[in-house]
């Protein structure tokens, strides 16, 4: 059984930090890309950053370069997303996902998704 279970998230000040974590289980991970996507109430699904099979690529959205840090342990199947300097505009939910051997922007290319883990950054 395929599962991708997010943890992490939670309720945090402007400018702290959190980490979330992508746990993979059920399929080859090291032959996966991995991607997080957030959405907001009312919004669309956004790729936040992507990390290719090996970890030797990755992308962020202009949003959250040089604050967000995506990076994954072949060993554990996990994947792992650190944030930094959070503004209340990154509140949403984070979803991890995995798609086989290469990442897209399109999250309907996605072959497996978790359930999501809210972040809300608010005084």
């Known amino acids: 059984q395929v599962q991708l279970v997010e943890s992490g998230g939670g309720l945090v000040q402007p400018g702290g930090s959190l980490r979330l974590s992508c746990a993979a289980s059920?399929?080859?991970?090291?032959?996966?890309?991995m991607s997080w996507y957030r959405q907001a109430p009312g919004g669309e699904r956004e790729l936040v950053a992507a990390i290719s099979s090996t970890g030797g690529s990755t992308k962020y959205a202009d949003s959250v370069k040089g604050r967000f840090t995506i990076s994954r342990d072949n060993d554990k199947n996990t994947a792992y997303l650190q944030m930094n300097r959070l503004k209340p505009e990154d509140t949403a939910i984070y979803y991890c996902?995995?798609?086989?051997?290469?990442?897209?922007?399109?999250?309907?290319?996605?072959?497996?998704w978790g359930q999501g883990t809210q972040v809300t950054v608010s005084s």
């Open positions: 996902a995995a798609k086989y051997y290469r990442g897209s922007r399109d999250p309907g290319e996605y072959d497996y």
């Open positions: 059920g399929f080859l991970f090291s032959t996966h890309a």
